[in-house]
């Protein structure tokens, strides 16, 4: 995210929310009838489909790999979803912390092993040549390459025999990840970018290097190498020219008809993918998250229906700041395709007499989870309507019980926005493993979406966002929501007029496989204590120092919230919360550095989030505060639960401080620094095999020359920095983190002796 060179992600700007809804007080319990608005939208989304140019490739895998050969473990080969695996869990983190540096390279532990294994430009097949500094490939060639600034990350076991998911199978799989934005410096190289009136070439390439990578991989159980299957037809490449189905309350809605789906049950494309999630039935969830930049406005666009007006204001489209699109998609000449159709979809403006005749409700078929199932490579995707619209950063199923709900908990990734869950109607069927898109319909197409009220007395509120219900009416003073379908296409203004909690940019969710508790990062907010006031839930604004200067203050360094069910039900509306961790600097005041942290486990800006089905809890970086000092990194956590803490005061402009709740302070040896990446990189992206052998991290952004200076493979194709994908393992073939446990179980075979 501060690369020089990259195009800025869009998160960074957003900040539209203007409601009046204050947080821990009354709000709106009452509201003035007035004429409703009558608003006839619609949308759709974009792409494009383009074949590939074909020329010859090599599996060139020659990154040093020193594990030793490990006894096999022999794979269950059930399908039987596992969420858990507590008995594997380590009681501490004894591996040795990495220290903080600001070097242009991956730091990992002692007796580790770090492999690039996919990153921008590689091919997906054996039919496409590298890339290289010196030689532009194709723009046509991206839907056969790995897209640009990898993101969120699942791997799925995969059966040996029924090629369909295995959730205990670890030496063959398929590792899905998001491609969210551009470096587009390094993308475009050896040719520089155009501007204005953009190469059709470049821009082809461009929406090829977004969505999200569908690869197989194999897993070496002896000596833990692992490679991608290039051979595979499960690979595949999802981009912002995908043909997708629209599910939920909004197909064939009004508001989601375009020229490319006059009945509004299709769009393209999927982009500004950050965050995801898997579900039980063994699909990939990917969010949607910096969408609108990616639209322009003409100047004469101007909506004769108010209600369009206040929409597209509320999701970053309205006014003077739409005129122009981030990367200028709606411009080229066509030269190439002869298709103009193809950009014309990134002009929301009116241009025909309805919707079915132009582009201007495109943008509503945008800011869905959308579902993919990485085993049905001819499917298209499907975009859950039901779990709203707005910049998801992630989605995380609630653990699978039989007989009960689920619950899908996301954030809205932007300031002062809001946290949500969506619960199914229909309860949870093991028998439901495999069922791909059917089981979707099942389980995210009818429920209730809720949004959440965190009181100052440590006890939350899920709100409901249902149609004729709590106002959510033709009648609303604010927004007139005419169906079900308006309310969740408008989840933002719903969410205002319910009275939510307006949080410090909700980034990424985690649920704790041995309790249910969420975990919900929020990652900064330079606003805190100024535009938006403290609250015990996002407590504190501060001054913070960069480079021996005051750079700048409020919540600088984010923290991570949790919270849990009242009565272990995902149909709770009732919660307790407190927080977990706050980020800050070891040497930071007390009432800065709630949790205690020290030089070993000290952070900033708390991003990406996972629970490993063991309960270790891993927590990424995304920081522009504690640069000077280290690079972005990741950490291992052994959490306890909501309410071990206490009360504290936080530092804020508020005299005394504000009041807020703080969990169990742990030391190092309960969380502790796993890895840092290389300068410039945001550390995004997290999963791992199911035998705890290998694990996969995202660097995003990386700046200086890496990988090319880490790996023998990525220097003969040049020293532009690239956005990659990394494998972990242990030299000796341990399980990750897993060195306390594994010396707990030696010595209890010993006494046992």
């Not at 969408?291 to 489209?317: M, P, V």
Request: aromatic share 10%.
């Amino acid at each position: 995210m501060f690369n020089d060179d990259m195009t800025p992600c869009q998160d960074l700007l957003e900040d539209n929310n203007t409601s009046k809804n204050t947080h821990f007080q009354s709000v709106l319990n009452q509201y003035i009838n007035r004429r409703s608005f009558i608003a006839k939208t619609g949308s759709g989304a974009v792409a494009l489909a383009f074949a590939a140019s074909v020329t010859g490739c090599s599996d060139d895998d020659n990154d040093s790999n020193n594990q030793s050969s490990v006894d096999p473990s022999t794979p269950e080969g059930n399908d039987k979803h596992a969420w858990s695996d507590l008995s594997k869990r380590p009681s501490e983190l004894t591996f040795k912390p990495v220290n903080k540096n600001i070097e242009n390279y991956f730091s990992v532990p002692e007796g580790y092993a770090l492999k690039i294994l996919y990153a921008v430009g590689d091919p997906i097949n054996k039919f496409n040549a590298i890339k290289t500094d010196n030689i532009s490939q194709s723009g046509a060639s991206y839907k056969f390459r790995s897209g640009d600034c990898h993101d969120g990350m699942s791997f799925f076991g995969m059966h040996p025999n029924n090629k369909n998911y295995a959730a205990k199978e670890s030496n063959q799989g398929l590792l899905v990840l998001n491609h969210e934005y551009l470096s587009q410096t390094q993308l475009h190289l050896p040719d520089t970018v155009t501007k204005d009136t953009r190469s059709e070439d470049q821009v082809i390439r461009e929406i090829n290097a977004h969505g999200v990578s569908v690869i197989e991989i194999t897993k070496d159980q002896n000596t833990q190498n692992v490679r991608i299957n290039l051979d595979s037809p499960f690979n595949r490449r999802i981009t912002a020219q995908t043909e997708m189905e629209i599910h939920g309350p909004a197909r064939g809605n009004d508001l989601v008809k375009t020229r490319f789906s006059p009945d509004g049950t299709l769009t393209r494309g999927t982009f500004g993918n950050c965050g995801n999630g898997y579900t039980p039935w063994g699909t990939y969830l990917t969010a949607e998250e910096n969408w609108s930049g990616y639209f322009a406005r003409q100047e004469n666009d101007i909506r004769e229906i108010q209600k369009e007006e206040i929409a597209l204001q509320r999701y970053g489209r309205g006014g003077t700041n739409a005129r122009s699109s981030q990367y200028g998609w709606n411009t080229p000449l066509a030269e190439l395709t002869g298709n103009h159709d193809l950009y014309d979809c990134w002009d929301i403006s009116v241009k025909g007499t309805s919707a079915s005749q132009d582009y201007r409700n495109v943008m509503n078929t945008c800011g869905f989870i959308v579902e993919i199932d990485p085993f049905s490579a001819s499917s298209r995707p499907v975009k859950r309507s039901a779990l709203g619209r707005f910049a998801h950063e992630d989605c995380r199923c609630s653990n699978p019980i039989p007989g009960q709900p689920l619950a899908f908990y996301m954030g809205d990734d932007a300031t002062g926005e809001y946290i949500y869950k969506f619960v199914s109607n229909a309860v949870w069927d093991p028998k439901d493993v495999n069922g791909g898109y059917t089981a979707g319909d099942k389980y995210m197409d009818n429920g209730t979406l809720y949004v959440a009220k965190f009181n100052d007395d440590g006890t939350g509120e899920w709100l409901e966002m249902s149609f004729n219900k709590h106002g959510l009416d033709v009648s609303n003073p604010v927004y007139s929501f005419n169906d079900q379908a308006d309310v969740v296409v408008h989840a933002r203004l719903a969410a205002d007029f319910r009275g939510a909690t307006k949080m410090d940019r909700p980034e990424w969710v985690a649920v704790n496989p041995e309790n249910g508790e969420v975990y919900v990062t929020l990652t900064n907010n330079g606003n805190r204590g100024r535009s938006y006031d403290t609250d015990a839930a996002n407590p504190r604004s501060y001054t913070d120092e960069k480079n021996g200067q005051t750079s700048n203050s409020g919540n600088m360094n984010g923290h991570i919230i949790r919270f849990s069910e009242n009565d272990k039900k995902t149909t709770a509306t009732s919660f307790t919360w407190d927080i977990f961790l706050f980020g800050a600097e070891a040497d930071a005041a007390a009432n800065i550095n709630l949790s205690g942290l020290d030089n070993l486990n000290d952070f900033s800006s708390p991003d990406g989030m996972w629970f490993d089905p063991r309960g270790v809890l891993w927590i990424q970086t995304d920081d522009g505060q504690y640069t000077d000092e280290t690079n972005c990194m990741m950490l291992a956590a052994l959490p306890g639960s909501v309410g071990d803490g206490t009360k504290a005061f936080a530092a804020t402009t508020k005299a005394g401080g504000q009041e807020t709740l703080v969990g169990a302070q742990l030391k190092n040896d309960r969380v502790r620094r796993f890895l840092t990446g290389p300068s410039g990189c945001e550390i995004t992206g997290v999963t791992m095999t199911p035998d705890y052998k290998a694990i996969f991290v995202n660097v995003q952004h990386p700046g200086g020359t890496w990988p090319a200076n880490q790996s023998s493979k990525y220097s003969l194709m040049g020293s532009a920095p690239r956005s990659a994908t990394v494998v972990i393992t242990r030299k000796d073939g341990g399980m990750i983190a897993g060195e306390a446990l594994e010396e707990e179980n030696k010595s209890n075979q010993q006494n046992a002796q």
